[in-house]
């Protein structure tokens, strides 16, 4: 009888052993859905039908549309290249320059920089020059959970301004949406670098 008592009670140790050799939960870490990229191709923006006159050209993403204001003068020389299958918007705006450079220049910095100072953890700027076609201009990545992530103007600094914000209809999530900010910021590079005036 003794001896049973021994078996089964070193049976419960070992059971008892080997239960608590278990590792304790933990919780994942928290997912994102992965999201397909289509492949970059891109088409000048006058090899399309429908588009105003506009005293410049530029290359956009063929998988992004033009759309333009309703023709009010206070919406002209607006106009998007959307991308509703990402729920993201390239805001553009272009204005000619009338001895007003200045005043331009202010407005830009309140609207990029100042706007967003609060909020971005970082803002990070990467100038742009082509001496040939005269265009110069800066490119703002604003870092954290910044409404717009890309914002970026290009000038001659005599004739032509134009400017451009990259936003999603979206609550910002920088970790989200990183990859998808990094994808649209290279469409917003080869614009600048397509761009060219006339």
């Given at each position: ?14 059971l ?11 919780p ?8 397909d ?16 006159a506009?005293?410049?050209?530029f ?39 009338k001895?007003d ?23 990070n ?22 409404a ?6 290009v000038t ?26 990094s ?16």
């Amino acid at each position: 009888m003794m001896r049973l008592i021994n078996i089964i009670s070193a049976c419960i140790i070992i059971l008892v052993a080997v239960s608590g050799c278990g590792h304790s939960p933990v919780p994942r870490p928290r997912g994102y859905f992965r999201i397909d990229m289509p492949e970059k191709t891109y088409v000048n923006l006058y090899d399309q039908k429908n588009i105003p006159a506009m005293p410049f050209s530029f290359e956009y993403p063929t998988y992004g549309s033009l759309t333009f204001g309703s023709g009010a003068p206070e919406e002209e020389g607006w106009f998007n290249i959307e991308f509703p299958g990402y729920k993201a918007i390239i805001y553009l705006t272009y204005k000619p320059v009338k001895n007003d450079f200045g005043a331009i220049m202010e407005q830009t910095y309140r609207m990029n920089v100042k706007n967003h100072i609060t909020k971005a953890d970082a803002i990070n700027e990467q100038a742009f020059s082509n001496d040939s076609e005269k265009v110069f201009g800066i490119l703002y990545d604003l870092k954290g959970n910044t409404a717009s992530a890309v914002q970026f103007y290009v000038t001659d600094s005599t004739k032509h301004y134009l400017r451009g914000s990259l936003y999603f209809n979206a609550q910002p999530d920088a970790d989200s949406l990183a990859p998808v900010i990094s994808f649209f910021r290279e469409d917003i590079v080869h614009l600048i670098e397509t761009l060219r005036w006339y």
